[in-house]
T-cell receptor
């Protein structure tokens, strides 16, 4: 079965600190990759996505992620976090090149940023 | 405004009383899906639909039914709810041009269900 692993369950940072959230997946074929964010009490919103091309993708609010195919990883980064980045972050993976509609989410990483 | 609308947003019910959570999208998306979100488990896919009259099981389909008679609607049916179905449910939709889920998922606001 496919799976998505997010290594950090809860990350606590001070404002201006750098952030890196890990994501690894187990699917062997070509995949589409996503990071979603869920602010307190809200629904999920797309931060960024990777389909092909440059493995370093930039998203909204200063977030970026790097796809490393050899490591089956898609880590999320931000050089300087803000208090408003406090939220839960989900990595998601879906197989490509088929009619499969399966989308696999990691368990999420809760980020708390102290002002 | 492009949106996915779920109803009800909050519901408390009792074991065995059939209920339906509706989901409607106005973006003409082919793909729709239901997820449940539980603390520490993230989002798990219940059912999904690649297009009208095409539905398939996700990771946790037991105890749920869906139908896709129209493109815009994808209701989630709990025929006989049980306490282990207490959860936060999200409906989502996306463009799906035959290459898997290639587009951004648009989520509804969520439906918090409590089964006593």
């Amino acid at each position: 079965a496919q799976s998505v692993s997010q290594h950090n369950h809860h990350v606590i940072l001070s404002e201006a600190a750098s952030l890196e959230l890990g994501c690894n997946y187990s699917y062997g074929g070509t995949v589409n990759l996503f990071w979603y964010v869920q602010y307190p009490g809200q629904h999920l919103q797309l931060l960024l996505k990777y389909f092909s091309g440059d493995p370093l993708v930039k998203g909204i609010k200063g977030f970026e992620a790097e796809f490393i195919k050899s490591k089956f990883s898609f880590n999320l980064r931000k050089p300087s976090v803000q208090w408003s980045d406090t939220a839960e972050y989900f990595c998601a993976v879906t197989p490509r090149g088929s009619t499969l509609g399966r989308l696999y989410f990691g368990r999420g990483t809760q980020l708390t940023v102290w002002p | 405004e492009a949106q996915v609308t779920q109803n009800p947003r909050y519901l408390i019910t009792v074991t065995g009383k059939k209920l339906t959570v509706t989901c409607s999208q106005n973006m003409n998306h082919e793909y729709m899906s239901w997820y449940r979100q539980d603390p520490g488990l993230g989002l798990r896919q219940i059912y999904y639909s690649m297009n009208v009259e095409v539905t398939d099981k996700g990771d946790v389909p037991e105890g749920y039914k869906v139908s896709r008679k129209e493109k815009r609607n994808f209701p989630l049916i709990l025929e006989s709810p049980s306490p282990n179905q207490t959860s936060l449910y999200f409906c989502a939709s996306s463009l799906s041009p035959g290459q898997g889920v290639t587009g951004e998922l648009f989520f509804g606001e969520g439906s918090r269900l409590t089964v006593l």
